[in-house]
């Protein structure tokens, strides 16, 4: 249900429908593909592209979320697979978090990795825009 926070005095019904069709979706994907995919990018991308609902009373709450129920369903799940879609799209854009959790998350992921041994030589490569011999 609504859970109480000082700062916030309403909420927008449509971000509640979203994260569940997106927390869904994301238990259907193959675990390889699922761990290269931010929640939160998917959440984003298809919250701009639907309607909001706000509601700053438990009566509000019911009212939007009905109305979410009946009326958006199906555009939230046609949204949110597009959002999948392009996400999947640009796996390699760089994504700095807003928040410092999700930043020391990524942080420690980043520190496990590095401790493989990786054995990368650049003077193997050429640089970009370098003709070969």
């Given at each position: 249900?609504?859970?109480?926070?000082?700062?916030?005095?309403?909420?927008?019904?449509?971000?509640?429908?979203?994260?569940?069709?997106?927390?869904?979706?994301?238990k259907l994907l193959p675990q390889k593909l699922a761990k290269y995919i931010n929640g939160?990018?998917?959440?984003?991308?298809?919250?701009?592209?639907?309607?909001?609902?706000?509601?700053?009373?438990?009566?509000?709450?019911?009212?939007?979320?009905?109305?979410?129920?009946?009326?958006?369903?199906?555009?939230?799940?046609?949204?949110?697979?597009?959002?999948?879609?392009?996400?999947?799209?640009?796996?390699?854009?760089?994504?700095?978090?807003?928040?410092?959790?999700?930043?020391?998350?990524?942080?420690?992921?980043?520190?496990?990795?590095?401790?493989?041994?990786?054995?990368?030589?650049?003077s193997r490569y050429y640089r970009l825009g370098c003709a070969r011999s």
């Amino acid at each position: 249900m609504i859970q109480t926070n000082s700062q916030k005095k309403y909420i927008n019904i449509m971000e509640e429908m979203v994260a569940k069709e997106v927390n869904r979706k994301m238990k259907l994907l193959p675990q390889k593909l699922a761990k290269y995919i931010n929640g939160a990018d998917v959440e984003t991308y298809a919250l701009n592209r639907l309607p909001v609902l706000y509601a700053c009373s438990q009566e509000g709450w019911q009212f939007q979320t009905k109305k979410a129920e009946k009326d958006y369903q199906q555009k939230i799940a046609l949204v949110v697979n597009r959002a999948f879609i392009a996400v999947q799209r640009d796996l390699l854009k760089k994504s700095t978090p807003l928040f410092r959790e999700e930043t020391k998350k990524a942080s420690s992921e980043t520190q496990e990795s590095s401790k493989q041994n990786l054995n990368w030589h650049h003077s193997r490569y050429y640089r970009l825009g370098c003709a070969r011999s």
